[in-house]
């Protein structure tokens, strides 16, 4: 017979032999204070450059081909003809076009929903083999890549992107395919409340039309009532009954927030050998107020990341990524409104944390610049601009010494009018929704004045 020591020797060593080991690559850039920095000559850097997001099937651009993406064409006499034109690709070209223009960095879509559309232990294997066409490359030439966990108006489900069916199907199973409704405390908000919306009168109340593909992951672009209100990136559907029942459970302790750490600590092993892949921004413009929830969501997604990837850099941010806090505000709580103090203490001592916040126009650019310094000083953490869409924006940036990537390189989708109402997804690719439009390989500021 075994002694306890054998047996727990040979389980041990059982374990050590079953389990993956993954050894991490540094990466190219890393966090030092509030600051970026080089990893190979610890210089601090600015870090400049586009979005690259593909909101639907397939979810990643291809690598294929030598040349640079052209402008799109996107406008009302092609969207009248339904044959305007955009990209599918991300190559050698366009890096070279990025570097060309002194962009060092691009915010590369991953895309829970594309990512992992099975409530399983891995990720979609061509998305993985996507993923990690686009990272040799960029691993290749130098370009640094966060990789950005994009949604917006949080899920399918209720007519947005980004978070996958399986886990709006666990999370508000009573709402899916039903008509959207807005729940308190949002419906006392006029401009929250969903049957307001334009478009929303198409179907109503009407519960054969919502029901119309009902639990497919491509919901949001086939089912008529969403097809009218999706286009734009209204809020109204980010506060609708099954987006607030999605956040609450990815963000509340329990199943849920474990299947997003789930993600995220599969795709830091995905990442493992690629060191452009120097950040994850872990969820774009999330769509709650629990703020508490949301932070400590955070904590567990970082460390998970850090367990595989110690020095990869982690994103943290409030509602919506909006730079609305007052620096006031952060001054006098030190940043720790609301959270729990082992959080907040938790983000003080991290050496791999970032603030990413976005700029749409309010408040002033001056007034967001302020906040978010002010968020930096508070916890010593650097702070990022990952979407923007003005120069203005670009330039209070610039002047602050802030990083920063604009919205977008290039639409990468051709679903709906604009490209002839093409089959989704047999004959599509992306998805022309939420904000889509307004594509461009050449965005320059330098024109501009300064507009503070």
Request: charged share 15%.
């Amino acid at each position: 017979m075994f002694s306890t020591v054998q047996c727990s020797f040979l389980f041990s060593l059982f374990l050590s032999l079953s389990s993956p080991i993954l050894s991490s690559m540094p990466r190219n850039a890393r966090i030092s204070g509030k600051q970026f920095i080089e990893t190979s000559t610890n210089a601090t850097i600015v870090l400049r450059g586009p979005n690259i997001v593909v909101k639907g099937p397939p979810y990643l651009p291809s690598v294929d081909g030598e040349d640079a993406c052209p402008q799109d064409v996107v406008d009302a006499n092609c969207t009248a003809n339904g044959n305007c034109t955009t990209c599918t690709t991300f190559t050698e070209g366009d890096v070279k076009h990025l570097k060309s223009r002194g962009w060092n960095v691009i915010r590369l879509g991953v895309v829970w929903a594309g990512a992992q559309p099975e409530d399983s232990d891995s990720l979609d294997p061509d998305f993985v083999k996507r993923l990690d066409a686009i990272l040799s490359l960029c691993d290749r030439e130098g370009i640094h890549v966060v990789l950005d966990n994009h949604g917006d108006m949080v899920g399918s489900a209720g007519c947005g992107n980004g978070v996958p069916m399986w886990f709006q199907q666990k999370a508000g199973p009573q709402y899916i395919g039903k008509p959207l409704e807005t729940g308190f405390p949002y419906d006392i908000v006029p401009d929250l409340q969903i049957k307001k919306l334009q478009g929303y009168s198409y179907c109503g109340d009407n519960t054969t039309m919502w029901e119309l593909h009902a639990g497919d992951p491509n919901y949001n672009l086939l089912n008529p009532c969403c097809q009218q209100m999706n286009s734009d990136n209204p809020g109204q559907l980010g506060y609708t009954k099954i987006s607030q029942a999605t956040m609450d459970y990815l963000v509340e302790e329990g199943p849920g927030r474990d299947a997003f750490v789930r993600y995220w600590r599969l795709m830091a092993e995905a990442v493992v050998n690629h060191p452009s892949a120097f950040a994850a921004e872990l969820m774009n413009e999330p769509m709650s107020i629990r703020r508490r929830d949301m932070f400590d969501t955070w904590r567990a997604c970082a460390e998970a990341i850090n367990a595989v990837i110690p020095d990869m850099s982690v994103s943290i941010t409030d509602t919506g990524e909006g730079a609305v806090i007052p620096a006031w505000v952060t001054k006098f709580f030190h940043g720790g409104e609301v959270l729990d103090k082992s959080t907040e203490e938790w983000i003080i001592k991290s050496t791999t944390l970032f603030y990413s916040w976005h700029w749409y126009g309010a408040p002033t650019t001056a007034k967001a610049v302020a906040n978010v310094q002010a968020v930096a000083n508070a916890w010593n953490v650097p702070t990022f601009l990952t979407e923007f869409g003005s120069c203005d924006a670009w330039i209070a940036a610039e002047n602050a010494n802030i990083s920063y990537m604009y919205w977008h390189y290039s639409c990468y989708c051709n679903t709906g009018p604009s490209f002839g109402n093409r089959s989704v997804p047999q004959n599509t690719f992306g998805a022309c929704l939420l904000g889509w439009a307004g594509g461009d390989v050449n965005k320059t500021c330098n024109s501009f004045e300064r507009q503070l």
